[in-house]
Every structure is written in structure tokens, then in C-alpha cells.
């Protein structure tokens, strides 16, 4: 009887361990599904990491900065919820007249470039900086994003108004 009990707690041992392992291979199937994701979206798009350079310094469209900035924006406030980011991903193709498939492929990508610039705060700072270089008439569809989002820019938090302010300077609104 103790032998049978003994050979019954190995096989329960092993089943445990290969539902482990067959978990964590999943886990990481997922996540370089994920990595995968954002990688095709980026060369769809036509992104081009250069080397030696922050990925945000890579970018040759503005429309790809102002959803990274509408996207960081939204981050300023809270977590966002999935209301507020269709809000998001409507008014960016509305304002950016850009096709559905194209407006998610963006935001992909925009979701990876706020999270290489660690905060919010800071990638409201590097990317409207790039959105400038690129073009400086950029801020007014920013605006239109930023007010074509649910609730616009009436209900902002305080960290939200200092975004706004901090891309005024950058554009030398102010």
C-alpha cells in the first residue's frame, strides 16, 4: 500500500510540473505574440528604428506622433479606460482621416513608444518635441484629437492642463 501511495504522488508530481511548464510556454507564447504584434504594425507603417537614437527620435509621421501624444495624454490622467481609448481611436481616424486598420496599427505602435519613454510626462515631452521637428503646424490636429476624445478638453485633470501647457512652449504658443 505505501508503495502504490508513493508511485501515485510521483505521477500527481509530474502532472503538476507538465501543466506548469505547458503554462509558462503559453505565457510566453503570448508575449512574443504580443512583441510580434507591435513589430509587423511598426513596419507597416513604414517605421524604421535608427540605432544609437531613442525609438520616439525615429518617427517620420506626424500622425504617428499624435496619437502617441493623444495615447500619453489619456495615461495622464488614469489608466485608461476601453470607452476612452475607441474614443481615442475614433477621433484620431476622424481627424487624421486615416482608415481603421491603420488608426489600430497606430496606436499599437504609439503604445509601445510611451512605454519606451518610461512616464507619460515624459514621452508628452519627447513627443512633442519630434512633432514639432516634423511639422510645426502640427499642434492644431493634435488639438482636434485631444478635443475629438470623449468628454474633449472640458473634464482634464491637473496633470493634463500641464501637458497642454508644456506643448504651448514647446510650440511657442505662449
Known amino acids: 500500500m505505501p508503495a502504490l501511495i508513493a508511485i501515485l504522488g510521483l505521477i500527481l ?15 510566453l507564447d503570448d508575449v512574443s505574440g504580443i512583441a510580434g504584434d507591435v513589430i509587423a504594425a511598426a513596419r507597416r507603417l513604414g517605421f524604421r528604428r535608427r540605432m544609437n537614437a531613442h525609438p520616439v527620435e525615429s518617427i517620420e509621421e506626424p500622425s504617428l506622433a499624435i496619437s502617441a501624444l493623444g495615447l500619453a495624454f489619456l495615461d495622464l490622467a488614469s489608466l485608461p479606460t476601453a ?12 481627424e487624421l482621416a486615416v482608415s481603421e486598420i491603420k488608426t489600430d496599427e497606430m496606436l499599437i505602435v504609439s503604445r509601445w513608444l510611451v512605454n519606451e519613454c518610461k512616464t507619460p510626462q515624459m514621452a508628452i515631452g519627447r513627443l512633442g518635441k519630434r512633432l514639432a521637428q516634423l511639422d510645426r503646424t502640427g499642434f492644431q490636429p493634435l488639438l482636434a484629437v485631444l478635443g475629438g476624445m470623449e468628454g474633449g478638453t472640458d473634464t482634464l485633470s491637473p496633470r493634463q492642463r500641464d501637458a497642454l501647457d508644456e506643448i504651448a512652449r514647446i510650440f511657442r504658443l505662449n
Open 13 to 27: 508530481a509530474a502532472g503538476v510540473w507538465a501543466w506548469r511548464l505547458r503554462m509558462a510556454k503559453q505565457a
Open 83 to 94: 470607452e476612452q481609448l475607441k474614443s481615442l481611436k475614433q477621433a484620431v481616424r476622424k
